[in-house]
């Protein structure tokens, strides 16, 4: 059974940096895609950044660019989003997702609260 857990979500004051990660539990390979995606309240869930991993390729929402970096520890299954200068219009509960090609669908994490405030 395919799992993700999200953690290291918090508050921070502006300017402040958090690290996310999503660890991915039942599958060990047939993975297309890692993402990153938030959703603020009354919003609809964004993408924030992805890896294909079949195509060793990283894409960042303009939102984002500059600020986070996407990375993943292949050998732990582990997906990371470092997020730095973070900015008010940040806050949203972040979720990690994996598409396996090899089923034809993707899972969800259950979510991390992300709050910058002053």
């Known amino acids: 059974q395919v799992q993700l857990a999200e953690s290291g979500g918090g508050s921070v004051q502006p300017g402040g940096s958090l690290r996310l990660s999503c660890a991915v539990s039942?599958?060990?390979?047939?993975?297309?895609?890692m993402s990153w995606h938030r959703q603020a309240p009354g919003q609809e869930r964004d993408l924030v950044a992805e890896?294909?991993?079949?195509?060793?390729?990283?894409h960042y929402a303009d939102s984002a660019k500059g600020r986070f970096t996407i990375s993943r520890d292949s050998a732990k299954n582990i997906l990371y989003l470092q997020m730095n200068n973070l900015k008010p219009e940040d806050t949203a509960i972040y979720y990690c997702?994996?598409?396996?090609?090899?089923?034809?669908?993707?899972?969800w994490g259950q979510g991390t609260q992300v709050t910058v405030s002053s």
């Open positions: 997702f994996v598409y396996l090609y090899t089923q034809g669908r993707g899972y």
């Open positions: 039942g599958v060990t390979s047939g993975i297309h895609t």
């Open positions: 890896i294909r991993v079949t195509a060793d390729y990283t």
